[in-house]
């Protein structure tokens, strides 16, 4: 559980960024990290069309760089982007400055006043100098859609689990998560409309 969902005092070191929406909200958040990624993100677009869907992803700016294609398909399908670093920086093993000025250079390729940092990790000088520019989005859910130790019945078993109103959910359109993503996506979405969730994203 304390990955799949991040404990409050965890939740504390980051005072202003959005963990959970409105829990009397019957809504859930789907966020994407990693991407564009061929063939993966153009699938979870064509799959998020299908049920009339909208959702939020956080883009690697190298990615951008090297996947313009899949990058403006995700934005012409009406879907939010943010910014997830240029080179997908852990902020606690990089310096302030550096990270500070590769998050500037994602921004470059993806102007989005969202941002997640990788891992979720970084340290409060990055934080209070992004915090000024970008509202922070983290996640109450994350899927473990990654883990080489799990299949997709598992990622899917993570949401029936631990979803709840106003959860930010998180996957990932990688080459690492596509797996269990073909898998999960699918089923997650059905189940969350079988129990009279929304979709929402973020303003």
Known sequence: MFIEQVP????????????????????VYLTFDDGPIPVITPWVVDILGRYGIKATFFMVGDNVHKFPQEYMQVVESGHRIGNHTFNHLNGLFTSTEKYIENVDQADAFIHSNLFRPPHGMLNHKQYNEL????????????????????????????????????????????????????????????WLLEQGYSFKVFE
């Not at 965890?10 to 829990?23: E, I």
């Not at 899927?143 to 930010?168: C, H, M, P, Q």
């Open 131 to 190: 915090s000024k520019r970008y509202k922070f989005v983290m996640w109450d859910l994350v899927t473990r859609d990654y883990s080489f130790r799990l299949y997709g019945e598992d990622v899917l078993a993570n949401i029936k689990r631990y979803t709840r109103n106003g959860s930010i959910i998180t996957f990932h359109d990688s080459l690492r998560a596509e797996s269990n993503l073909r898998y999960a996506l699918p089923r997650s979405i059905d």
């Open 8 to 27: 409050r005092i965890f939740r504390s070191l980051y005072p202003k960024a959005l963990w959970r929406m409105d829990p009397n909200d019957k809504a």
